[in-house]
């Protein structure tokens, strides 16, 4: 099954003109949540286990990959560059999957809070060959480094090619516009009816927008739950429809067939109420949610991402609003097991300025 994207079965020229390389474990299954759903009062409740998208790594970023990592290849780029937070999940996955495809990579990553998921990624990052690189301020792209010492970095592998934060861009997001096609595959073989809705953290945006665009091109009538996890004026809801506007356009000129759609502010409900202190500060909601998941799926959640998207599902299970409708928990986070990666790694070998990571209180 894993091979020609199921978008590309059914536009045959995208499949000509967009690059793809296989990278991870499809389709991922889909599973009935029952013991979560008795406790919740909720019958219908299912989850998407992209947790599992890849043999070494998995999570919502290993889709976004097969694309662009399939456009460095194209280019015959020979490293790729990215950019995120310090425990960036996405740059641990651009670093385990350029690896793989024989890619340098060098990750300029910025300053955030302290978390358990920080550490692992880390070093699992440093273990797979990555150039980390702490960077104060990403709008200059200063890194303790100069621009020049940055392009340094790259003198034996010629110009990198860039990997957008979070692998959203109108090229990244067709992972989970493929996603929806797997999804539609899965209901007609009688795995679970149409989610009335599907909920999902929402960060840098491609996870949603993908799906918001492919749930569309396959007919399905899902409605999206896109719960906050990062600040505003990171992810607004106008750079949303840009993407998704960008990438309706550079598809339809590839396949005409493909139906002029538009997206406004109505298509997508963004809860911005379980974002508590900000970007990866942990919630009393998302601290239930894991351990709900825990005990009764043995499932792990992560306290920045997909513990606030099931934060939410959970309370508005005590609502009127979800009644029998069909609940689909889309997970976004990983749940291979990193600790032979990050054991091997002496934090000491990471920059310097990553150490406080290592030293100060997980809170
Ligand atoms: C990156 C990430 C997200 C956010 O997805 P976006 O496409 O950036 O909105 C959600 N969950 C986890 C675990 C992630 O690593």
Redesign the pocket.
């Known amino acids: 099954m894993s091979g020609t994207p199921l978008l590309f079965q059914e536009y045959p020229r995208l499949a000509r003109a967009i690059p793809h390389v296989p990278l991870g474990v499809f389709p991922t299954p889909v599973e009935r949540l029952t013991a979560v759903g008795r406790e919740l009062g909720h019958e219908h409740l299912y989850i998407k286990r992209d947790d599992l998208s890849g043999s070494v790594y998995g999570?919502?970023?290993v889709r976004k990959l097969e694309f662009l990592l399939g456009e460095a290849l194209q280019h015959q780029a020979r490293s790729v560059i990215t950019v995120g937070f310090a425990g960036s999940?996405?740059a641990l996955a651009t670093a385990i999957y350029a690896r793989q495809l024989g890619l340098k990579s060098t990750s300029l990553l910025m300053p955030q809070v302290n978390a358990h998921y920080v550490q692992a990624n880390l070093l699992a990052s440093h273990y797979h060959g990555a150039d980390v690189r702490l960077c104060r301020n990403m709008s200059h792209l200063c890194c303790d480094l100069g621009w020049q010492q940055v392009c340094g970095l790259f003198r034996d592998t010629g110009t990198p090619r860039f990997i957008p934060a979070?692998?959203?861009s109108p090229l990244g997001i067709l992972g989970y516009v493929e996603a929806a096609f797997e999804l539609r595959q899965q209901i007609a073989a009688g795995q679970l009816p149409v989610p009335d809705r599907i909920y999902?953290?929402?960060?840098?945006?491609?996870?949603?927008a993908g799906l918001l665009l492919g749930c569309r091109l396959a007919g399905l009538q899902s409605r999206i739950i896109a719960v906050r996890?990062i600040e505003k004026k990171r992810s607004g809801i106008g750079r949303l429809l840009a993407i998704l506007r960008r990438s309706v356009d550079s598809l339809r000129r590839i396949e005409p067939a493909i139906p002029h759609l538009s997206f406004t502010a109505e298509d997508v409900s963004i809860r911005d109420e379980f974002l508590g202190g900000g970007y990866a500060h942990v919630t009393p909601g998302g601290e239930a949610a894991t351990a709900l998941l825990k005990m009764h799926a043995g499932i792990d959640l992560?306290g920045a991402?997909?513990a606030k998207a099931f934060a939410a599902l959970m309370a508005d299970t005590h609502g009127p609003e979800l009644k029998s409708h069909t609940v689909l928990y889309w997970n976004?986070?990983?749940s291979r097991d990193l600790s032979m990666m990050a054991s091997g790694v002496d934090y000491h070998t990471l920059p310097h300025g990553f150490h406080r990571y290592f030293t100060e209180n997980v809170r």
């Open positions: 999570g919502n970023k999940n996405h979070g692998g959203t999902l953290p929402f960060a840098s945006m491609g996870t949603t996890v992560n991402y997909s976004t986070w990983n």
